[in-house]
């Protein structure tokens, strides 16, 4: 198998990637640490590719913090834009193919119904528009990319909402949790596990996807979910977005239709529910 590469390696999704390309016996990937690996600075990335050689690289590597992004616009454009842009010019020089990583942040959230791949992306924070910023330098300097739109990523690694909830649950006696967010969650273990299988299926079905899990849900029925499935004794509340003010606005419906990946590479997805079900008994086992 041809060398793959992954940016962002020690994030979240880099994370899962690591550990299911070990469950898949995949020994050609190689994950550098950030520090040689920075997707700012063009000649450690063109030591990257002079040293691995990559058929495949996987940017993982982005600017996450949506709130702070609406104060710190110039880095996370750095980071979001003009790094996935430097990673698509080093895989135009040495022929690789691009897996670039988004969001469902690049959309507005006022359509009631789950989103296509065309359909108009409007983003309302800095985060999602210099995430759509990326995905466009991509597109227009790369034709061999695969850009995977995904949502509400959640794992037993790195921060993320079901940890979170985890910690706040045990700390107090009761939280308010935003009901008017409609999404769906994904469990970075299963998007890391579709992208090996699009990588290793040597498609050549280039273009933009969605991957979440299957089902819809708000960040309340998910934090609900977590509680009830984890015995953790808080009292949750539903609330409405007005009454949790944030930095950064968030889309009110950003469900992504997936038929697109699904057919296109024959791939299962399964009901964020039962997905949430296997994280947390990662997080906690059971007792024997
Ligand atoms: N988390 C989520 O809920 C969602 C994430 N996504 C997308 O999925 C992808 C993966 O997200 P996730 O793993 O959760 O994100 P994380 O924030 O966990 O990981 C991002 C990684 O990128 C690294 N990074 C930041 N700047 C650079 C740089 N200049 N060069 C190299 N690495 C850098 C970070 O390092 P450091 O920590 O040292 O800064 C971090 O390890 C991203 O594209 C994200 O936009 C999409 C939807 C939901
Ligand atoms: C902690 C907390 C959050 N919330 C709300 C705020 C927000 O609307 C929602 C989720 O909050 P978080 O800050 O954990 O998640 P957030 O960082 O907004 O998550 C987003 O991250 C980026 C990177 C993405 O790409 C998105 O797909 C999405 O996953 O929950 C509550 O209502 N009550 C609470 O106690």
Known sequence: MQNIVVFGASGQLGQCLKKVSAEKNISSIIFP????????????????????????????AAYTAVDKAEDDVEMARKINKTGAANLAQACKQYNAVLVHTSTDFVFKGDKPYPLIE???????????????????????????HFIIRTSWLY?????????????????RDELKIIADQVGTPTYAIDLAA???????????????YH????????WYDFAKGIFDLSATQVKAYPIRTSEYPTRATRPAFSVMDKAKIKTTF??????????LITCLERLSPPAP
């Open 194 to 208: 579709a992208i090996l299988d699009i990588i290793t299926s040597g498609s050549e079905e280039f273009g933009i």
């Open 155 to 171: 794992s037993e690694y790195g921060n993320n909402f079901v940890k979170t909830m985890l910690k706040l649950g045990a700390e």
């Open 33 to 60: 640490p950030e520090t040689e690996a920075n997707i700012l600075d063009t000649d450690a990335i063109s030591k990257v590719f002079e040293q691995y050689k990559p058929a495949y690289v996987i940017n993982c």
């Open 266 to 275: 024959n791939i299962q997805i399964p009901y964020w529910r039962d997905s």
């Open 211 to 218: 991957y979440s899990n299957e089902g819809v849900t708000s």
């Open 118 to 144: 065309t359909d108009a992306a409007d983003p309302i924070s800095v985060y999602g528009l210099t995430k759509l910023e990326g995905e466009q330098d991509v597109v227009g300097i790369l034709p061999q």
